[in-house]
């Protein structure tokens, strides 16, 4: 451990630490793990999906030619294929189109101009907007709000999710507070899934707000890389033994079971919140993309088809998680230069090394060659208090060249924090 | 002509008329000629597109993996394939989802939201928010303005276009107007294309708002019905020329083209405001589905490709219209009750009754199994003010439904004059 060790051990590990950085330099690597993008041999797992519907049979269960206008809230064989990933029935879901990341938008962006089911008015008629933001989180979430003016609440995060006693204690106090963004599940980047402890606080809140919202993105709910894979309560189902119900909105999408760029999206809520959604979503679009729909039920046919076809995915991203977790194991567990967990599933490892040192680390990998997401990008306003905080993306990057990437990343990271320590 | 008869031959003939309607009413027929939507042998055309990228084969000119996330603007192919049909260059182009009712809806919803390049706030900071609305006109862009509570003036239509000198005046004097909405070529419903002086006068407009835009719905603009299509001038070029091509949002969809629940929507604007909707869409987005951009270039290769696609359209369609435009020459003609004019391209014929018969003919071709666009959806707040306009959609019935339909539209035009007359 550095604790243990005087100013001359940690000198010389500084030059052995430089000599390696300037070797690995050297390479002209070009990598990069700033996003949770699926590799492309994971792509290839769902390329027959594109032979369905070639033969001129467009026409869904209900009768609908998938080809041409109408059907605003999703073909019903598509509906059935979703509605087990958020554990939700017919009537509180909406199938969307290839980004669940625009149906939040949307969805913010409605509750903005227009309002939500039981508000007074649309949000935008107040004087300003907050959202609750438990971090480490997904920047994209954050960065939808800082792009509509919506002031940021940074909550910390705990073990088993959001620290539920800061959560109920904002929101019973501040009738501004709107809304809350939660990856529940493998979340990013943390990785933790919240416990049932958690999802009960949530269903029971009791906002000063009516119009408050709990934006639930189960963006990895099927996305397992173990036997024994976490489990999430089901939010509606608890809220609904609460009456609370209509303060959820739930996210999830097949970005990363089928293709990122051509998947589909799905907004699960209450029965009354879904048909309130529709009724002014009718005037955004006249449909998604149904033929995309048919696709995808004619191809994963179920539930336990998705369940099957997330194996294979296992298959291909376990190893790279492995790569990442053992170099951060060999390498800087034993310098004590920072921590992690192991994350039972989603597509990311949370690296927070000592106090000061991420934005420095992020750079010395991008002089090397190595792309990571920028540091501070998982907190608000893309600022991390203690600069601590960096999201590894492992799926990307061939094995081959994780393994490159990660000898760069554990070099930076020591020489970082050698620099804040001498 | 009805002004020729006297009241005892007004009687016979609503007697004559009465005897139809009852037979027509015995048929039990059920048609639907509400909405533009294609006919299934259109969408035939168009089933091969979907045999391309089964061979995995899902690479882009650029190298970009389409199944992969990115490319919020969409990819080179899918931009030089659609660039021609609004007539704008590669930096001038956003290709988006399945809609162009969503692009549309959300660059209002950005503009309220966030504002526009060269406002000095959003839109729904101001008291009330207006638009021009040249009606008769599209029932969902009017839609679009009343879903958000902006107040819609009405704009009358001349024969080659709005009224501009009413635009002109309007825009100069109102801060509060911030756009107005126009489908240029074969108007939906009218199919009036707007003359060069028209487009000229557009293109030279002076509006107070300096954030004032005009949504140039160009929807129809390769959907020629004829040998010899009318022309349109290239609104952005125009502008231009007077230095003001800020002012100009173009749309257009390839719906009625390859498949309205899975074709491809597109933005036509100055490189400018390219740039700064990229720069607000792109927390609403990482890209719209790029696997049907490739499958859509590779089918149709080129503008060529598209324009030889419209033929076949065409030898589907025309009949159809004039199936339309051949009972109402029989049928409405001689008797004088009603106005309209044959369309050179687009999706409707626009039938202009006697004053007061509108609602009274749509309710009566109901009750006799035949659903049209209600009376009064082709004016703001659905309201019509001389209740004479109805939208005729001729093309997704068969040509026998379509006779069947058109047997019970002329009848009921007839009833609904000799009603208001004897």
Known sequence: MYTDMNKDELLKLKTETEEKYAQLCAKGLKLDMSRGKPGADQLDLSIE??????????????????????????????????????????????????????????????????????????????????????APGYDRHFAICESMGIEMITVPYKSDGPDMDVVEKLVAEDELIKGIWCVPMYSNPEGITYSDEVVKRFANLSPKAKDFRIFWDNAYCVHHLTDTPDTLLNLLEEAKKTGKQDMVFMFTSTSKI????????????????????????????IGY??????????????????????????????????????????????????????????????????????????????QAGVVLTGAGATFPYGKDPEDRNIRIAPTYPTTDELYAAMEVFVTAVKLAAIETLV
């Open 49 to 134: 999906m594109l032979t369905h519907c070639i033969d001129g049979d467009c026409v869904s269960l209900d009768g609908i030619d998938c080809r041409n206008y109408g059907i605003l809230d999703g073909i019903r064989e598509a509906k059935e294929l979703c509605m087990p990933m958020l554990g939700v029935g017919k009537d509180e879901i909406i199938i969307g189109g290839n980004s669940s990341l625009q149906l939040m938008y949307d969805t913010i962006a409605r509750a903005m101009l227009l309002g939500v089911l039981g508000g007074d008015k649309p949000w935008s008629k107040n004087p300003t907007v907050k959202f609750l933001c438990p």
């Open 289 to 366: 993309d149904k033929l995309n729909q048919l696709r995808h039920a004619r191809f994963f046919k179920d539930f336990d088809g998705i369940k099957a076809h997330m194996e294979k995915h296992r298959a291909i991203v376990e190893p790279k998680f492995n790569t990442v977790l053992d170099m951060l194991d060999k390498e800087i567990a034993p310098l004590g230069f920072g921590s992690w967990h192991k994350p039972n599933g989603g597509y990311f490892v949370s690296f927070n090394g000592l106090k000061g040192t991420a934005k420095r680390t992020v750079e010395l990998c991008k």
């Open 258 to 285: 089928s293709f990122p760029g051509g998947g589909l999206s799905v907004i699960g809520a209450s029965a009354a919140n879904i048909e309130y959604m529709k009724s002014q979503m009718t005037y955004q679009t």
